[in-house]
């Protein structure tokens, strides 16, 4: 008499979830944690959180640090040696190329992607037209202060660094130097501080960076599995926006280090049971360092994919470029390399 015997059941999956360690990143780690675990209760979603070297560099200007890899190269390890199976990430911070066998699978909805003003507590200013001349305004964005000099030329603009929590610790600080900061109204709105924001600082005054107050997830592209898991909790206007704004930026060839500034609007025009499609409205604009010469311009168009979004944002690169983004650009990389320089030399001065 012969027997057979039964293969034990191989255990369900479990899905890691990774990110950055700073507060933020733990709760929008969350927030796409608790989505999946919404729609797929019977699977198991973990989280790991490391420091990147973007957390380790807190001092120098983030314009001398390079591009946005610096948020995201030890996080994308991790998911190609199979240590972890999604990274969630500020869209923003993704570079516009990703490292071979890695991909961008879901994108959540929107956050409003507005920057906003925070004044130090105990002040009364309500705007930045508010803040007397001379006054410290603390951001580590090139893009806010470039497009931000044009229309107030007698504010101070100094580099702040850190996460959200140390930089309003900075700006509390009695002797500190801030009378305001500038920073994404996304991050203060999830981590439970909407309260502290003053006032938005939108369009005509500033343009967002690309893919700001969007979360993004990354997977390995050879990951059917977790694409599936991902595009269940994807929304499409989002990624469509998003699409169109990294490839305006893709084209210029910029990062989180150059004042590249976006704008994106898209109505729905398909009606109930047809395909997506809809109208999309893009404005871009690039700035040069002291706000003397800005270049922008828009593109409106209806759109029926991602992949007609992409060709839209490169459109409005490419007239960019062609009415003087590309020599303000030009001037932007020989001023950071003069600078990367001159702080390799006296770096080595003090080494000596």
Request: aromatic letters at 0%; charged letters at 30%; a negative charge.
């Given at each position: 008499m012969f027997t057979t015997t039964t293969e034990p059941a191989a255990p369900p999956r479990k899905f890691t979830l990774a990110s950055r360690t700073s507060q933020l990143a733990q709760k929008q780690t969350t927030i796409v944690r608790d989505a999946l675990a919404a729609l797929h209760p019977t699977l198991e979603f973990d989280t790991s959180y490391m420091t990147t070297g973007g957390d380790h560099n807190q001092s120098q200007a983030l314009y001398l640090l390079g591009g946005k890899a610096l948020w995201t190269k030890e996080l994308e390890v991790a998911l190609q040696e199979g240590a972890v199976d999604m990274l969630v990430h500020s869209f923003k911070d993704v570079p516009t190329t990703l490292p071979d066998g890695c991909e961008i699978a879901g994108v959540?909805?929107?956050?409003?992607?507005?920057?906003?003003?925070?004044?130090?507590?105990g002040e009364s200013w309500k705007s930045l037209e508010d803040l007397p001349d001379g006054s410290v305004v603390g951001t580590s964005s090139v893009r806010r202060v470039a497009q931000l000099k044009r229309k107030f030329p007698k504010l101070l603009f100094k580099d702040v660094r850190g996460n959200l929590n140390t930089r309003l610790a900075k700006l509390d600080a009695p002797d500190g130097p801030f009378a305001a900061i500038i920073l994404a109204k996304a991050g203060m709105v999830?981590?439970?501080?909407?309260?502290?924001?003053?006032?938005?600082?939108?369009?005509?005054?500033?343009l967002h960076a690309v893919s700001q107050g969007a979360l993004a997830i990354e997977i390995r592209s050879n990951d059917e599995v977790a694409r599936a898991l991902c595009r269940s909790i994807t929304h499409w206007q989002t990624e469509w926006r998003c699409r169109a704004e990294r490839s305006l930026l893709r084209v210029l060839e910029g990062g989180c280090s150059v004042p590249v500034g976006v704008h994106t609007k898209l109505v729905e025009t398909h009606g109930e049971g047809e395909p997506h499609r809809g109208q999309l409205d893009i404005v871009g604009c690039v700035t040069s360092l002291e706000g003397e010469t800005h270049v922008e311009h828009s593109i409106e168009a209806e759109i029926h994919s991602g992949e007609e979004a992409e060709a839209i944002g490169a459109k409005l690169a490419t007239v960019l470029i062609e009415t003087g983004a590309r020599a303000i650009l030009d001037d932007i990389n020989t001023d950071r390399d003069k600078k990367i320089l001159q702080a390799k030399e006296n770096n080595e001065k003090v080494d000596a």
């Open positions: 959540l909805e929107r956050e409003d992607p507005v920057d906003c003003l925070v004044v130090k507590q999830r981590i439970g501080l909407g309260g502290r924001c003053t006032a938005d600082v939108g369009p005509p005054t500033l």
